[in-house]
């Protein structure tokens, strides 16, 4: 069945479990980079406003999103790791054989260029940088935009710019095109 909302059929999570789950998350890339720490680590979510995090379309476009990915990592990647099933949202983190630099720039072309890649997070560190993130601006690239108006993503963030409504149906137009993308239609006549 496919479904016609990106939200349909999911469900919420708390502010407790938004802050466990980043710990949770900086203490996976701790230990990857721990693992192997000349390598590049590439730590992959979803930018999903709100309290709803999981769900079967957000899913489906993680997944797609995470192959584009891998096939742009391609040979680099050394070791992967895929949690699908956080309620937080799905995440993945990718070891690389890439340096720092390379694997964010294949990271900020992804985020810039693929049909996905504006509500994909793809952050990029290493222990040899004390797992320091290598920004956007660092490397001469504009900042985040948002997925709603086309703005500094962090802006409209901080300012909430956007309503609930407007963030939603802009989610829902990028689920869409993703679902026209698989060649897929949703019935229009499908209850809401």
């Given at each position: 069945m496919i479904l016609k909302h990106v939200f349909e059929n999911g469900s919420e999570v708390t502010l407790d479990q938004i802050l466990l789950?980043?710990?949770?998350?900086a203490h996976k890339q701790t230990q990857l980079m721990t693992r192997v720490p000349e390598a590049s680590l590439?730590?992959?979510?979803m930018n999903i406003p709100g309290a709803m995090k999981q769900s079967p379309a957000i899913l489906a476009m993680f997944?797609?999103?995470?192959k584009t990915l891998e096939h742009m990592y391609g040979q680099s990647i050394i070791d992967e790791t895929i949690d699908f099933d956080r309620p937080t949202g799905p995440e993945a983190f990718m070891v690389l054989n890439q340096s720092l630099h390379d694997a964010k720039i294949n990271g900020i072309r992804f985020e810039q260029t693929d049909s996905l890649g504006r509500i994909f997070d793809v952050?990029?560190?290493a222990a040899s940088d004390d797992g320091q993130q290598l920004s956007r601006t660092e490397l001469g690239f504009d900042t985040r935009k948002c997925f709603v108006c086309g703005e500094d993503a962090k802006i409209?963030?901080?300012?909430?710019?956007?309503?609930?409504?407007?963030?939603?149906e802009a989610l829902d137009v990028i689920y869409q095109s993703f679902?026209?993308?698989?060649?897929e239609r949703v019935n229009d006549n499908a209850t809401d």
């Open positions: 789950n980043k710990e949770w998350r590439v730590s992959i979510k997944q797609r999103g995470l952050d990029v560190m409209c963030a901080r300012s909430q710019q956007h309503s609930k409504t407007e963030m939603t679902l026209a993308d698989q060649g």
